[in-house]
């Protein structure tokens, strides 16, 4: 115990000493969440567009006025003719371009129906296809309005169905509240899983990792030395983002802190485990660091659900999103933030983490052994 | 003073020595060259915001023939799949929370008769809105098929009435660019960007720190080449990974994900170099602040792996982010290379288009290495 104590009193220390190295440990944390808190955001708001009102009367400028007051379409230019509205999709500088026609008002009144164009940039798929769903539902509320205006002088009117919408666990459909849980757990990840690689293959560059072998110090002890250390420096990193989480970024927290917790303890145990084994493979820090950063950070970011659902993956990569543990991680954080889920909801991702922890853990100590050995 | 055939002479063993240590230090190379190709090929397929298969349950109070169709207008749409069925509002609650179901759509008692009745009908639609972008799109679309029903209903009541049925507006959207509103073709681009910024930058600043490390900087520094013959040499080999890496991921991306290269080659082509150019000046810029590797490494992603992935408008619009960010979202030279790249790629455009984007570029190119040289030569002349 004592053997292990001093080795993390001297990890710590060699952590804090360096300035830089401290600055990365505790303030980066806060500093990612915090920008990625504001530009992780896929909502879809002010998407440029470009008007031609070839008609100029009332009825065209009531179709304007639905656009521009929904708060999705900021106007960003008015055109002088129909080309002239799709110049400014070519530049770049609108999205979306309105075309209303010239007689659209007389087609409108005369129980004509009138055709209205328009054309959209599919450059960014994801936003236009939520813009182009925002216009049809403008337009065709205007067009029903319109027929039941007109229909009034019939004695009765049609039935129709109307959705009534109940938008559960984040109700103003806001990306911050699905992405700023995740970010919690992707600074948990990066910070534990490369500050424990870099150290262990930081003294096997200077050569200090050997004089530790030759002392009395058993290698399980050599083990939790350098990795307690980092379990304390994690938790504080929690602690931080989720206090910005919640308190800066108000994002609703309505499960108990104790399971998130609780399962970054759990979830620790892989990235620790991970980190063991990058270190026995790289033999310099670089190595290491690209190791992290290719070979699990960024595909962990993709293939967990940070931000590309899984449900939209092809079936095949679906299941080897069971093999990436941050993907039930985030789950289990995201179902703690919005949908205040207890254990008994959570305990099949916390049984995958401890599966997966205990079984990558064990196999890089194994290996870590017979490599010092 | 700086003789062309002079200077070359002695960049060359630089360039040489700086390549060969890159093709020895065999885990690097790999990284730098298969884990690109390996991203992409997966980030191509299977990266998108293609909401499809959403998975949606029923509670039906109302169980009649009409009832089931109207599921079945659901059905067949293609972006849903029946998940469950509810048969009280604790499934409903059950369905939700487990995520068995993204969306439950109940089906009032009096479905059918109400229809018939000529009345309004209001159905509940309960969405899960964890994930706020499949949340919206899920919407827009139990919203059309419920306003095609509702339309359908109009028409059939006017054809009673005797009343031509009549449809005000109508609107039939184009699209171009791409017309199938494929995530793919939109993210693929970017994610060149991405993967050329992280060759780039992280193996420009850790080679450079590297040899700080070890004093082999220090030996190059008492050498007869001048500052900018170093820079030149350090540069010039990552320059050209950085170019063989961009061929392998263009023809990954024309051959696998059918993203088209509608412009020229060589429009595209400036454009890649002169944003490698940029991205190897902030590398030569972090290593000459950083002393140690790892210090080099974080300053590279926080500098540029974080801001490309987050600022840069290859994922998240940046047209919805708060204005400072948005003001901040200039220091990654990516948001400008991105909009060359989709400008070129996708929409057939030249120089003309974007020559805003390829004058930051070359100022952020001079800047980062003008002040790398000063900072160098400086520290030079302490030693």
């Known amino acids: 115990m004592k053997a292990i104590y001093h080795l993390v009193i001297k990890e710590l220390k060699q952590l804090l000493r360096d300035k830089r190295m401290r600055f990365m440990a505790i303030a980066a944390p806060v500093i990612q969440l915090a920008v990625l808190g504001y530009a992780a955001t896929t909502d879809v708001r002010s998407i440029p567009m470009a008007i031609y009102d070839g008609d100029k009367t009332s009825e065209s400028r009531a179709l304007i006025n639905r656009f521009t007051n929904s708060g999705y379409f900021e106007t960003t230019g008015w055109a002088d003719s129909p080309n002239d509205a799709t110049a400014f999709l070519e530049r770049g500088k609108a999205w979306i371009a309105l075309i209303i026609p010239r007689g659209f008002s007389s087609d409108v009144l005369g129980r004509k129906t009138a055709r209205l164009q328009l054309i959209a940039d599919g450059t960014d798929a994801n936003s236009v296809n939520i813009a182009l769903g925002y216009s049809t539902l403008i337009i065709n509320g205007y067009s029903r309005g319109l027929a039941e205006k007109l229909l009034e002088t019939s004695p009765v009117k049609p039935g129709g169905i109307t959705p009534q919408y109940r938008i559960w666990y984040n109700e103003s459909l806001k990306s911050r509240n699905f992405m700023i849980p995740a970010v919690v757990v992707l600074v948990l990840m990066i910070v534990t899983l490369t500050l424990t690689s870099m150290a262990i293959v930081k003294e096997k560059e200077i050569g200090t990792l050997e004089q530790l072998l030759v002392t009395p110090i058993k290698p399980h002890q050599l083990i939790l030395g350098k990795l307690i250390p980092f379990v304390l420096v994690g938790m504080i990193d929690v602690t931080l983002v989720l206090l910005v989480a919640v308190y800066w970024f108000e994002v609703p927290l309505r499960g108990n802190i104790a399971l998130i917790y609780l399962m970054s303890g759990v979830f620790i145990l892989t990235t620790l485990g991970i980190g063991l084994f990058i270190s026995t493979v790289a033999k310099t820090r670089q190595q290491a660091l690209m190791i992290a950063q290719f070979g699990f950070f960024i595909p962990f970011m993709y293939f967990s659900g940070f931000v590309f659902p899984i449900a939209n993956m092809p079936k095949a990569i679906q299941y080897v999103t069971y093999l990436v543990p941050l993907r039930y991680m985030l789950e289990a954080t995201r179902a703690i933030f919005l949908k205040?889920?207890?254990?008994?909801?959570?305990?099949?991702?916390?049984?995958?983490?401890?599966?997966?922890?205990?079984?990558?853990?064990?196999?890089?100590?194994?290996r870590f052994k017979r490599k010092m050995g | 003073?700086?003789?062309?055939?002079?200077?070359?002479?002695?960049?060359?063993?630089?360039?040489?020595?700086?390549?060969?240590?890159?093709?020895?230090?065999?885990?690097?190379?790999?990284?730098?060259?298969?884990?690109?190709?390996?991203?992409?090929?997966?980030?191509?397929?299977?990266?998108?915001?293609?909401?499809?298969?959403?998975?949606?349950?029923?509670?039906?109070?109302?169980?009649?023939?009409?009832?089931?169709?109207?599921?079945?207008?659901?059905?067949?749409?293609?972006?849903?799949?029946?998940?469950?069925?509810?048969?009280?509002?604790?499934?409903?609650?059950?369905?939700?929370?487990?995520?068995?179901?993204r969306a439950v759509i109940v089906i009032p008692r009096d479905f059918s008769k109400n229809l018939l009745a000529d009345k309004d009908i209001a159905v509940q639609v309960l969405i899960d809105g964890t994930d706020s972008n499949t949340g919206t799109i899920t919407l827009g679309y139990i919203t059309s098929i419920i306003q095609t029903w509702s339309s359908k209903l109009t028409a059939e009541f006017m054809d009673r009435k005797g009343v031509t049925p009549y449809q005000p507006v109508d609107v039939r959207p184009k699209i171009w660019y791409n017309p199938e509103l494929a995530s793919a073709k939109f993210l693929v681009p970017g994610f060149i960007g991405f993967i050329l910024m992280l060759s780039a930058v992280v193996s420009t600043a850790l080679s450079v720190v590297r040899e700080k490390e070890q004093g082999t900087m220090e030996q190059l520094t008492v050498s007869p080449l001048n500052t900018v013959e170093i820079i030149i040499g350090k540069t010039v080999p990552h320059l050209i990974n950085a170019l063989i890496s961009s061929v392998f991921v263009l023809l990954m991306a024309y051959f696998l994900f059918h993203v088209p290269i509608r412009g020229e080659i060589i429009w595209l082509y400036s454009g890649i170099l002169l944003f490698l150019l940029a991205a190897l000046g902030q590398g030569m810029l972090i290593s000459t602040f950083a002393n140690t590797q790892e210090?080099?490494?974080?300053?590279?992603?926080?500098?540029?792996?974080?801001?490309?992935?987050?600022?840069?408008?290859?994922?998240?619009?940046?047209?919805?982010?708060?204005?400072?960010?948005?003001?901040?979202?200039?220091?990654?030279?990516?948001?400008?290379?991105?909009?060359?790249?989709?400008?070129?790629?996708?929409?057939?455009?030249?120089?003309?288009?974007?020559?805003h984007e390829l004058v930051y570029l070359s100022l952020f190119a001079v800047v980062t290495l003008g002040f790398s040289a000063r900072k160098m030569a400086q520290q030079r002349k302490a030693v």
């Open chain 1, 340 to 366: 205040g889920s207890g254990i008994y909801l959570l305990w099949h991702d916390a049984a995958a983490l401890i599966i997966i922890g205990v079984g990558v853990l064990s196999l890089s100590i194994i």
């Open chain 2, 1 to 101: 003073m700086f003789e062309l055939p002079n200077a070359l002479r002695r960049i060359k063993p630089v360039i040489v020595k700086e390549f060969l240590q890159v093709r020895r230090d065999k885990v690097s190379l790999a990284i730098l060259l298969l884990i690109p190709a390996f991203l992409m090929f997966m980030i191509g397929y299977a990266l998108n915001f293609d909401v499809k298969h959403i998975k949606l349950a029923f509670y039906d109070q109302d169980k009649t023939t009409t009832s089931r169709e109207f599921q079945r207008s659901f059905l067949t749409s293609g972006y849903f799949d029946l998940s469950a069925v509810a048969n009280n509002y604790r499934d409903v609650d059950g369905m939700l929370d487990s995520g068995t179901a």
């Open chain 2, 295 to 355: 210090v080099a490494f974080m300053m590279s992603v926080l500098s540029s792996i974080l801001p490309t992935f987050l600022l840069s408008g290859l994922v998240f619009p940046i047209k919805s982010m708060p204005v400072a960010l948005q003001v901040l979202s200039n220091i990654t030279p990516t948001k400008f290379f991105i909009i060359i790249l989709r400008d070129v790629m996708l929409k057939g455009l030249g120089p003309w288009a974007y020559w």
